[in-house]
Every structure is written in C-alpha cells, then in structure tokens.
C-alpha cells in the first residue's frame, strides 16, 4: 500500500506525490530481479470494482495473470476514510516457476538519442497495448523506446475518452539521426494513430 509522497520537495525538485507511474515502476523494478524470459504486458479489462477504472492495470506474464496494481477506487477510499491509495500485488507462484531469460551484456550506445513526445485523446475502451503496437509498427528502424508517462481521464475531457502521453526514443547505432528522419517517423506513427485507433493528437 502506498500514500503520500515518493518524493519530498527540494530545492532542485518539487515534491513528486505517489502516483500509478511510481506504483508500476515500483513493480517493474521487483519483477527485473526475475529475469523472466516471458513478456510482462499491463491490461485494464474486468478490474476489480474496488480499483480506479483509469489508474488501474492486471499485470500479464505473457497470457497469465500475475499481478494487479493502481489506485483504489475513489468512492473506495471515501467509504473506508482513506487518502489517495495506490496497492500492488504480485503472485509469487507462477513468478517462481516461470522460465528464466539469458543474461547478456551489450555495449553502450556509441550515437546519441533523441526523443519525441506525443500526446493522444482516445476512447476509454482503446489499450495501452493497441497504441504501442502501432507506434510500433511505424515508427521504423530506429525507434528504440515507447514509454507511456502520463494516463488522464477525468472531466476535462469528453466522455468516454481518456488521453494517454508517450516519449518515444530513436536511435541509430551506426550514425547520428538527423531531426528530419525523427520528424518523418513521428509524422507516420501520428497518422497511423490516427487512421488505426482513432487518435487525436493533443
């Protein structure tokens, strides 16, 4: 269970309040240790009435349930005279169980990177999993990250729809990109967001 604040204000940075990037992040740090050789993925469907329905994911080891984490639902927190509350749990069993990947060693990149930032008004019902597959699929060659950074659904958007933000990092590793070819992959992935999954770029 986790409350309050992650991090404390100081004079670099302001306070950080705990969050679900914290609480996941948290997550992903403890399931490294595994070193498992399956794919974790995050799902929002049939959560638990008791969890926020957009702060709020399964966590999948490949097609098995090992986890859930995110906020208790607000209405939740109110009946039991909570503050805002993030939880996690893992299954320790199938983690125990499940294959084990090969460590390897790679070198450190030798070209910088660059990033982008692009932000998405969905349908509630559309996943992290159908966005990052698209991105995926367009970026090209030299797309090397996708990180979901920021959920919101509330009312400051139409019903029904949430807004999702992503960095994504590009890199060659035999040469340094050039902005033209990042802006020509991000032109692509923002079209086919939008053709595929109905995005509206913020």
Do not use: C
Not at 70 to 99: C, D, I, K, M, S
């Amino acid at each position: 269970m986790l409350t309050g604040n992650f991090a404390n204000k100081e004079w670099n940075q302001p306070v950080q309040p705990v969050d679900f990037y914290v609480t996941k992040g948290i997550v992903a740090m403890l399931l490294d240790d595994y070193n498992l050789d399956g794919t974790v993925t995050y799902t929002t469907a049939d959560l638990p009435a008791s969890m926020h329905p957009g702060q709020s994911a399964y966590v999948m080891l490949d097609d098995a349930r090992i986890g859930l984490l995110g906020r208790l639902h607000p209405q939740y927190e109110a009946a039991h005279n909570l503050p805002q509350t993030f939880v996690f749990e893992l299954n320790l069993e199938p983690l125990l169980t499940a294959a084990r990947a090969d460590k390897t060693v790679k070198p450190a990149p030798k070209f910088p990177a660059m990033t982008r930032d692009v932000a998405l008004l969905l349908d509630s019902k559309t996943t992290n999993a159908a966005v990052e597959a698209v991105i995926g699929a367009n970026a090209g060659a030299y797309l090397r990250d996708v990180h979901l950074f920021d959920v919101y659904a509330g009312p400051k958007l139409p019903p029904a729809t949430r807004s999702l933000a992503y960095t994504l990092t590009f890199r060659r590793d035999d040469d340094t990109l050039t902005e033209e070819t990042v802006e020509k992959a991000m032109a692509a992935v923002e079209a086919a967001l939008k053709t595929e999954v109905n995005a509206k770029i913020r």
